[in-house]
Each structure stands twice: as C-alpha cells, then as structure tokens.
Nanobody
Framework: QVQLVESGGGLVQAGGSPRLSCAASGRTFSTYAMGWFRQAPGKEREFVAAISWRGGITNYADSVKGRFTISRDNAKNTVYLQMNSLKPQDTAVYFC???????????????WGQGTQVTVSS
C-alpha cells in the first residue's frame, strides 16, 4: 500500500509554470506506475499524465502534451508535474495516483492523494 500527498497548487496567472509534487510513503513506491489526474467543477476526473515505475515511459493527455512534464525521483519517493504555459481551462483539482498500471480511461488507479487545487487566472 502507498499513501500520497500532493503539494504545489495555488493561484497562478495564465502562462505561469508551477510544479506539483506528490510525496509517497511506503517501501514499494518504485514498483508503481504514477499518474496525475484532474477534476474541474462539474466535470469528471480526467487523465493528465502518467509515468512508468522506472520513469522511462511517459504518456500525456492531448490537452497538456507539450506543456506539462511528468517525472519521478524514486530515491525521494516523489513524482512531479511541471506545468508550463498554463491556461484558465487548466483550472482543476489535481490528484496524484498510483497503481501497477495507469490507464488513460477507467478503471481508475487504486491509490489516490487528497488533491491540490490549481486555479489559473486570465
């Protein structure tokens, strides 16, 4: 089992470049694929990005491809989401997730953080 805690959200101006972090507890962190999802008000939770357990394979939603970068540091039990060129439509609660496989469509991952709000002002 793994526990996840996100940080790094907040109010950002359009065009900004914040970085989200997700700290994981548990000795098995490096065996899990990790992902970021987001949920805007009134919308379903959607896939944003995922990274394999070694970090060699990444996948992105089309809406963030070229602007967001997912990475991980297994020595620090942490996964990151670097967000660049933010747009107001990126406003959402961002969730970190872990599982052996992170899919872009349901079923959703098993383990989740509590989420961190990112609000992009125009």
């Amino acid at each position: 089992q793994v526990q996840l805690v996100e940080s790094g959200g907040g109010l950002v101006q359009a065009g900004g470049s914040p970085r989200l972090s997700c700290a994981a507890s548990g000795r098995t962190f490096s065996t899990y694929a990790m992902g970021w999802f987001r949920q805007a008000p009134g919308k379903e939770r959607e896939f944003v990005a995922a990274i394999s357990w070694r970090g060699g394979i990444t996948n992105y939603a089309d809406s963030v491809k070229g602007r967001f970068t997912i990475s991980r540091d297994n020595a620090k039990n942490t996964v990151y989401l670097q967000m660049n060129s933010l747009k107001p439509q990126d406003t959402a609660v961002y969730f970190c997730a872990a599982d052996f496989v992170i899919r872009t469509t349901p079923p959703l991952p098993t383990y989740w953080g509590q989420g961190t709000q990112v609000t992009v002002s125009s």
